[in-house]
């Protein structure tokens, strides 16, 4: 089990707060430009078709990427709500898998781990 450490939690709090502030403006904006709701999408979608049919296959391929980003981004914001989660029930910085303590340095980094270095090699996620 871990031994207690000093973590500053509304540091930490305050972090991933403005990071899931950031990732669903990220997101929002993602996904409007691949729906077509955002302003410049209309407008360059209407020239592209304009001109001799448009490049079809390049804004399929376009937007099929944007859907991969726009799934990551979900899962960050998922990822960084679970971490909110374990600072009030009082487990944040603790391995959900060993028990122990997450390395500073780790949380630092990757302020939403739920895992230690060693766990998160081993189960491969």
């Given at each position: ?16 707060e403005q990071q899931r502030q950031e990732l669903r403006q990220e997101l929002r904006a993602l996904e409007d430009q691949t729906s077509g709701r955002d302003r410049l999408s209309k407008q360059v979608a209407t ?79």
């Amino acid at each position: 089990m871990a031994r207690k450490r000093k973590l500053d939690i509304k540091k930490y709090k305050k972090r991933l707060e403005q990071q899931r502030q950031e990732l669903r403006q990220e997101l929002r904006a993602l996904e409007d430009q691949t729906s077509g709701r955002d302003r410049l999408s209309k407008q360059v979608a209407t020239e592209d078709f304009d001109e001799a049919g448009g490049d079809a296959a390049a804004d399929a391929v376009v937007r099929s990427q944007n859907l991969v980003i726009i799934e990551n981004l979900r899962d960050m914001v998922d990822s960084v709500n679970e971490a909110l989660r374990m600072i009030e029930k009082g487990t944040y910085g603790v391995c959900e898998v060993c028990g122990k303590n997450i390395p500073k340095k780790r949380l630092q980094a990757l302020p939403y781990a739920t895992m230690c270095t060693d766990c998160r090699a081993r189960t491969g996620r």
